[in-house]
Each structure stands twice: as C-alpha cells, then as structure tokens.
T-cell receptor
Framework: AQKITQTQPGMFVQEKEAVTLDCTYD???????LFWYKQPSSGEMIFLIY??????QNATEGRYSLNFQKARKSANLVISASQLGDSAMYFC???????????FGKGTRLSVIA | DTGVSQDPRHKITKRGQNVTFRCDPI?????LYWYRQTLGQGPEFLTY????????KSRLLSDRFSAERPKGSFSTLEIQRTEQGDSAMYLC???????????????FGAGSRLTVL
C-alpha cells in the first residue's frame, strides 16, 4: 500500500491567491513526522515545513502552513499569497518510528499564473 | 557551509559501463542518504549511513550497486554494468541526528542525472 498519496498530479493557481496541496498518509505508528519539500526545475529538493504527530498546533513557516488532520491522516500544504517562484514540484514525505528514512509521495506540480 | 555537493551533475554512459557518483554532505552532519528519482516519481530510498556505517539498504539496491562512506565524510555510489533502467536522478541528502537534533530534516544536493544509452 502507498504510504504517501498525493492525488493531484498538477495544480494551477493565480498569483497572490492561496492554494492547498493534498497529502494523505498511511501508518500504524503513533510517532511519525510529516514533511513537505519543493523541487524546482533545477532539481534540488528544498525543505519547506515539518509536522510531528504529537504536535498539537499546525506547523507554519512564513507563507507555508500545514493543515494536519490526524484522524483523517491528512497533512495538506497551504501556500498563501502565491508567487511565480512557487511554480515547482511539491512532495509530501513521512518518517515513521525513530529515524527511518523518509518515504515520499509522487508529487504535485504547481503552476502559478500571472 | 556550501550545502550538499554532488558530482558529476550529469553523466551519460553506455550500457554495461560502470559509473560512480560522489556526495559531499554538510560537514557536521552524521547521516548521509542516497535516493533515486525517476521521471514523474518522488525520490525512492536506496541506502543510508550513520558516520561510516551503512545502516540500511533498500531492496532497490541490487548487487550492481555499492555505496561507501569510508571516513564518515563524503560518500560514493557506484553502479556496475549499467542498464537502461538505471537512468534516473541520484539524490544525496545529509542530516544531523542526535539528542537535540529535532526533526532530522534532510538537506538534499542538486542530484546527479544518469542517462544510460
């Protein structure tokens, strides 16, 4: 079974608007971490935001916030005030118990339109 | 600190040849990971090291693949007798794991793109 599911292969958003990228995960562990990375066309994976399974507050980092719904096993990324430079692939990832390697979803390609 | 460096950035080779990729992690990081990414997919875990010890290998890492981190600093990933199916981006990442290292965030390099003809 897929550990990380990103159901949106591609998304379009108007510049300055907000956009939500979906991510659902599958784990039986109680302790886990969820990550979002951005991959521009240059190829480098850029860390955006992290949410621990025991964190009570949704994580926020500047224009990025993570809508964490534990019961639904979803960890959606919200980007506010989209910019042209936000156009990239976005990957959701999970680390289960301890420090096991990150498992990534297939990604969502975001295109910001002027 | 210049981040995670990978070399070469691009490699084109003929089927059956051997190739080697190098990764220089962030100097204070004790963990180093190798991932493979094919077109339209997310990165897939291959192997990781803590210092010089190789702690886990994925089933994706066939016996044609070998990775080393001899002094706990840089790492090499060698692919012997390359096949067309090995064509991919090979990503290296490093992290600091310890008592107060928090989320163990991976910092990635820009990748080494392999094309096998």
């Amino acid at each position: 079974a897929q550990k990380i599911t990103q159901t949106q292969p591609g998304m379009f958003v108007q510049e300055k608007e907000a956009v939500t990228l979906d991510c659902t995960y599958d784990t039986s562990d109680q302790s886990y971490g969820l990550f979002w990375y951005k991959q521009p066309s240059s190829g480098e994976m850029i860390f955006l935001i992290y949410q621990g399974s025991y964190d009570e507050q949704n994580a926020t980092e500047g224009r990025y916030s993570l809508n964490f719904q534990k019961a639904r096993k979803s960890a959606n990324l919200v980007i506010s005030a989209s910019q042209l430079g936000d156009s990239a692939m976005y990957f959701c990832a999970m680390r289960e118990r301890g420090n096991t390697p990150l498992v990534f979803g297939k990604g969502t390609r975001l295109s910001v339109i002027a | 600190d210049t981040g995670v460096s990978q070399d070469p950035r691009h490699k084109i080779t003929k089927r059956g040849q051997n190739v080697t990729f190098r990764c220089d992690p962030i100097s204070e990081h004790n963990r180093l990971y190798w991932y493979r990414q094919t077109l339209g997919q997310g990165p897939e875990f291959l192997t990781y090291f803590q210092n010089e010890a190789q702690l886990e290998k994925s089933r994706l890492l066939s016996d044609r693949f070998s990775a080393e981190r001899p002094k706990g600093s840089f790492s090499t990933l060698e692919i012997q007798r390359t096949e067309q199916g090995d064509s991919a981006m090979y990503l290296c990442a490093s992290s600091l794991v310890g008592a107060n290292s928090g989320a163990n965030v991976l910092t990635f390099g820009a990748g080494s793109r392999l094309t096998v003809l």
